[in-house]
């Protein structure tokens, strides 16, 4: 492992450790590496079977902050919920709109502006 990626991952297992989320990672030689989420007293949140290191740090951070949303880890790993929040919107968009249609959303709604009309005055404001 490179510097980088060892430091992401000594950040990840700190943060959980932070959060109080518990995980177990198990090995034996060639049999693959077991890890969990969760513990034995108060049940396994998730468990997977790996060949190797490449995926269990995505894996960690997405299952951490799929069952644990409310945690300190899960708002601090959070930048990507916004992605696969408005990706639906986006797709929505796409499929059935032209491409100058915006979505507009604030805490009560949702707007749908289509654009069949503007007009800008930019070139007349003076800076």
């Known amino acids: 492992m490179n510097n980088k990626k060892e430091n992401k991952m000594k950040n990840l297992l700190k943060s959980l450790y932070e959060s109080e989320i518990n995980i177990l990672i ?3 030689w ?3 590496i077991q890890v969990k989420i969760g513990d034995r007293m108060n049940g396994y949140k998730s468990v997977k079977l790996f060949d190797s290191f490449d995926e269990i740090e995505s894996w960690i951070e ?4 799929k069952h644990y949303p409310d945690s300190t880890f899960a708002k601090t790993y959070r930048g990507d919920n916004f992605d696969s929040a ?3 919107a986006i797709r929505y968009l796409l499929k059935n ?3 100058h249609t915006k979505i507009y959303i604030d805490y009560e709604n949702a707007e749908l502006l289509t654009g069949e009309k503007t007009h ?3 070139n007349e404001i003076p800076d």
Do not use: C, F
């Open 30 to 32: 060639d049999s693959g």
């Open 86 to 88: 408005v990706e639906p």
């Open 26 to 28: 198990d090995w034996m």
């Open 62 to 65: 997405k299952e951490a902050k």
């Open 120 to 122: 800008n005055l930019k």
């Open 97 to 99: 709109w032209h491409p």
